[in-house]
Structure formats: structure tokens, C-alpha cells
């Protein structure tokens, strides 16, 4: 049974003395909670399983050295070095108006064991920030830090791209209904799931020539987390379906247009000079993402050419370190095993 889609979404009071946090009655929308984080009767028991990895995927972007970096950014392209800055600079986006976002969604959440896990998800997106702030300082020269900021400022087609992302929250900020709350949702879905991976695809490429190892090392750590926030969402989004007023062809035209969006922006920001990555290879795997997405929220996949079926860049799949065998992988041309404990808590992220 579906809520009135303009129904207002109620957020929770800082304490609510007559709530009840009884299993039988807890829900992760629309529950009489507490507000207590009452952790010792769980009944999304899934939520203290991905809590628990979260927390395992604990990194420190300046433990890991990033010095070649320093040089192989001079030893780029002028195509790569615009491509490198102006990706940067589009993540810095992404990450940024997620641990704005985020709060907005968690305030309606009644399920504190679900909260817990966006509560950690707001304290990576931050982290991820200044992993970037780090890259930017440490790797870029300093007359061309602000520039990386700003680059939205000066790029039409990046400006265009943030407000289109950042349109489809404020309209729930803007009118707090059940509708826009569910259309902020599945937003998130596609930022966690489709909106970084051009990106990261950009880093594991360099570092498959050789160039800018410290960079990918950072980059597949924000993998590792961004598919953690995929893997939340994907919970999320199909219990939202059961109460939330909403049609699959709006999943559908909010999926279609977000490959359209991230093909052209990626299309602009790599162009055809980069070894590697085409138009065509970018159509793909952008497609093979939505497909992936989508099937995992248990829907049909939306584009059914057998090209879309796979992967055109499983090259590069050892790079990004988000397969059961690579955990105990080594850093980039390095001898030793990194410092950080890889996910084995979980049995691989194959499923997403
Ligand atoms: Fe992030
Ligand atoms: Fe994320």
C-alpha cells in the first residue's frame, strides 16, 4: 500500500519519548522511533553486516604515497592533464553535495540501525573530499589548485552536469513530499553507482601505462567505499518500492537520462586523445553499469544489445581492487602488500 505521493515526509524529533523501538514495529520509513539508537534488537540485520564493513574499509588518504605522482604529472598529456583536472574537479562535485545530501535523507529514517550505516557513509563522503584536497595539493602545482575547484565556473558542460545532479535533490529539500523523497533516493543510487566510475576508470587506465600510481591507489580505496554506498541503496530502493508512490518508467527515464548526462560529460572532459577510452567503449560500459544497477534493484535491464552485456574495460578490473582476489593485492609497482586490510568481511563485490 502506497503513502499519498504528496504526503510531506515527517523528520524525526530529536528525542521522542513516546516512540517504540520494538522490532515488530520498526520500519526504516514512517516508524515511531525513539531515536534512540537502540543497536541490541536489530531488524534489518543486513544494515549491522554493511555497518561492519564500512568500518573495516577504514583508509587515510595521506598514508598512501602519491610522490610519483609529483612527476608523472608533467610526463601526461596536455589532453590528460585537462582530463585529470577536470575529472578531479567533477568528483570534488559528487562527494561534496553527497555529505550535504545524505543528512537530508537520514533525518526521515526510523530504523537506527539503517541510520548508522548513512551516518558512516556522510563520515566517508567527507574523508573523500579531503583525499581530493590532498591530491590537489600534493599533486598539482599550486597556481593551478583554485582552478580545479572552479573548473565548473569555466566549463559549461560540467556546470550543466552539477546542476542537473543537484536539481534532483533540492527538489526535495525544496518540497519535502514522499514523491521527491523516493526521486531523491534513487539520485543517490545513481551517483553511488553510475556517476563515479568514468573516473575511476580514467585513474585505473593511467595506472595500467604506468602513470600517476598514487592517484589509482587513492581512487580504488573511494571505489571500495562508493561500493559500499551502492550496496546500502541497494537495500534501500526496493524497500522503498513497497511503500513509495513511483513507476517503473520513471526509474527507467531517470536511468536513460543519467547515461545520457554521464556519456556526454565524459565524452567532453576525456574527448577522443586518451589511449584507451572512446566514445564508444565509454557508451558501453555506461550502459553495462545501468544495466548491472538496475537488475540489482530488481528490474529488467534497460538496454539489451548483447554489447551491453559486459564490461569493455575488464582490463582494468585488477586495478580497481573490488574483486575477491585482489585483497591482499599489492600498491602499484610496489613490493609491498598495502597497509590497509582489504574487504574480507565480504565474499567479493561480484554482486554489485
Ligand atoms: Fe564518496
Ligand atoms: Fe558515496
Known sequence: MYIDSTSKMSINPIFNPNGDDTIENRSIWFGNTTNLMQLNDVRYTWALGLYQQMRENFWIPQRLDVTQ???DYWNLTPEER????GILSYLTFLDSIQTCNIPHLKSSITAPEVSLCMAEQISQEAMHNQSYQYIIETVIPPDRRNA???FWRTDKVLKDRCEFIAKLYQ???????SENYFIALVADYLLEGLYFYNGFIFFYNLASRM???GSADIFKMINRDELSHV????????EAMQIFPHSVEQIYEMFDEAVKHECRWTNHIVGN????ITEASTERYTKYLANMRLRSIGLEALYSEEKYKKSPYTHLERFSDTKKEAHTKANFFEATVTSYVMSSGVSGWDEI
Open 69 to 71: 605522482d609529483v612527476t
Open 82 to 85: 585537462h582530463a585529470y583536472d
Open 148 to 150: 580545479v575547484y572552479d
Open 171 to 177: 527538489k526535495y529539500i525544496d518540497n519535502p513530499t
Open 211 to 213: 602513470l600517476m600510481p
Open 231 to 238: 550496496r546500502l541503496y541497494q537495500k534501500l530502493i526496493p
Open 273 to 276: 586523445d586518451i589511449l584507451g
